[in-house]
């Protein structure tokens, strides 16, 4: 998906950059920066800053000092071509993999030799960091990687209505059903007991 092209996707709400990290992969917590509420749609990504900082928390800063101009329209697009890979992969569906190989091809990174003295060689892969789409490319990468390795079985969406997140099910028994037990799982308790409690009150002789 071009930038250009990206749907706008607005903050219903005062701009609150807290992000979630409920994924259990990087490319479903990129997803995740945007969240459908009651009001509407809250985009945790405000700014270039705002990317900038989701990266570093990521674990995946390419660059240093401030952001480059531009990476927040870039990033917007990235993470809609990723939320649509995701939903077809999900569903079987064809993939359509032109704009996410653009953005692959547009970061530039490459394997480099290193030699250092008691450690011998080592391999190591370097990523540029000028361009939006330098500064992505490992999300980018990240989001392939998924697509061709990641058991898509266990890749989910929050089973509560009102939740939007994804997530990759780690758990031992494979039975996740939430984005987070102190989030949707236990609103769905509360109202599991709420309604539990109000067919006892029905049931009762008056």
Not at 3 to 11: D, G, L, M, R
């Given at each position: 998906?071009?930038?250009?092209?990206?749907?706008?996707?607005?903050?219903?709400?005062?701009?609150?950059?807290?992000?979630?990290?409920?994924?259990?992969?990087?490319?479903?917590?990129?997803?995740?920066?945007?969240e459908q509420g009651g009001a509407g749609p809250l985009d945790r990504w405000q700014s270039d800053a705002d990317v900038s900082a989701w990266l570093a928390?990521?674990?995946?800063?390419?660059?240093?000092?401030?952001?480059?101009?531009?990476?927040?329209?870039?990033?917007?697009?990235?993470?809609?071509?990723?939320?649509?890979?995701?939903?077809?992969?999900?569903?079987?569906?064809?993939?359509?993999?032109?704009?996410?190989?653009?953005?692959?091809?547009?970061?530039?990174?490459h394997l480099e030799l290193s030699e250092t003295q008691g450690a011998g060689l080592s391999l190591a892969r370097r990523y540029p960091s000028k361009t939006?789409?330098?500064?992505?490319?490992?999300?980018?990468?990240?989001?392939?990687?998924?697509?061709?390795?990641?058991?898509?079985?266990?890749?989910?969406?929050?089973?509560?209505?009102?939740?939007?997140?994804?997530?990759?099910?780690?758990?031992?028994?494979?039975?996740?059903?939430?984005?987070?037990?102190?989030?949707?799982?236990?609103?769905?308790?509360?109202?599991?007991?709420?309604?539990?409690?109000?067919?006892?009150?029905?049931?009762?002789?008056?």
């Amino acid at each position: 998906m071009n930038a250009a092209h990206a749907p706008a996707v607005h903050s219903s709400e005062a701009h609150a950059p807290e992000f979630r990290q409920l994924g259990d992969h990087v490319a479903l917590d990129m997803i995740n920066t945007v969240e459908q509420g009651g009001a509407g749609p809250l985009d945790r990504w405000q700014s270039d800053a705002d990317v900038s900082a989701w990266l570093a928390l990521s674990g995946l800063a390419a660059g240093q000092g401030a952001a480059p101009a531009g990476l927040l329209e870039i990033a917007r697009s990235l993470r809609e071509t990723v939320r649509e890979l995701v939903v077809q992969r999900k569903s079987g569906a064809p993939l359509a993999l032109s704009e996410l190989n653009r953005a692959l091809a547009a970061g530039g990174s490459h394997l480099e030799l290193s030699e250092t003295q008691g450690a011998g060689l080592s391999l190591a892969r370097r990523y540029p960091s000028k361009t939006p789409a330098q500064w992505l490319l490992p999300v980018a990468e990240a989001a392939a990687d998924l697509l061709v390795h990641g058991d898509f079985g266990l890749v989910r969406k929050c089973e509560s209505e009102a939740c939007s997140l994804w997530f990759y099910d780690r758990t031992r028994s494979h039975k996740r059903r939430w984005c987070s037990m102190a989030l949707c799982g236990n609103r769905h308790k509360v109202a599991a007991f709420r309604q539990r409690e109000a067919a006892d009150a029905t049931a009762k002789p008056r």
